[in-house]
């Protein structure tokens, strides 16, 4: 039973490039977060989807920045022109159809803009 | 709406017992606890539902006391394994609700 998969682990764009994250949630799992961490910060919410919807887009910046999840394949969050401010880590996180169930974590992509 | 923790960090020597609080300005129906060590992804360590209730986790436990809208976790007898940046996440609504997390707990065991 794989965990939650997420790539690249490693990214580096150059400003102005886009940037495609990718999140296979946990198998039978329907509910998928994106979350930003700078260095020595806390997990920041960015988005909260479920398949073919996005619930909460709260914490993603109104521009450059989207996020869907597809009826098949893997979650994608889409950062456009990207700016040296973008670099961070970004960690998705994967959780069943109902709500008080633990959300699972992947490995992360490390964004790096140069 | 992001519960704040505290204390900020904390340093113990192998064996010794440490506390980390998690406080919200709103309601809560549920907490999450996770840790994460460095250049890692968090790591799932338990959840709490409103209700009063705690769990435990080998010698790691967490209370939720809904009415104070807060909860606490428990490091007993802690292990050089459990360093590493805690925190904690909140959700208000039971349905179609994020999880928001604190800033984190950083705690440092000495051998």
């Known amino acids: 039973n794989a965990g939650v998969m997420q790539n690249p682990r490693h990214l580096v764009r150059r400003r102005g490039q886009e940037a495609r994250l990718r999140c296979s949630p946990m198998?039978?799992?329907?509910?998928v977060y994106w979350y930003r961490q700078l260095p020595e910060e806390g997990l920041k919410f960015m988005v909260y989807?479920?398949?073919?919807?996005?619930?909460?887009e709260s914490g993603m910046p109104k521009e450059r920045f989207s996020a869907e999840f597809p009826k098949e394949g893997p979650s994608i969050l889409r950062i456009q022109q990207v700016v040296r401010g973008d670099s961070a880590a970004y960690f998705c996180?994967?959780?069943?159809?109902?709500?008080?169930?633990?959300?699972?974590f992947g490995q992360g992509t490390r964004l790096t803009v140069v | 709406q992001q519960p704040v923790q505290s204390p900020q960090a904390v340093i113990l020597r192998e064996g010794e017992d440490a506390v980390i609080n998690c406080s919200s300005s709103?309601?809560?129906?549920?907490v999450h606890w996770y840790r994460q060590k460095h250049g890692e992804a968090p790591v799932f360590l338990m959840i709490l539902l409103k209700g009063g209730e705690q769990k435990g986790h080998e010698k790691i436990s967490a209370s939720f006391n809904e009415k104070k809208q807060q909860s606490s976790l428990y490091l007993t007898a802690s292990q050089l394994s459990y360093s590493g940046t805690y925190f904690c996440g909140t959700e208000i609504r039971r349905r179609d609700d994020k999880i928001i997390f604190g800033k984190g707990t950083r705690l440092h065991i000495l051998p």
């Open positions: 198998k039978g799992h329907s509910h």
């Open positions: 996180a994967s959780s069943r159809d109902r709500r008080d169930s633990e959300a699972f």
């Open positions: 709103k309601a809560l129906y549920s």
């Open positions: 989807l479920q398949k073919e919807n996005i619930i909460d």
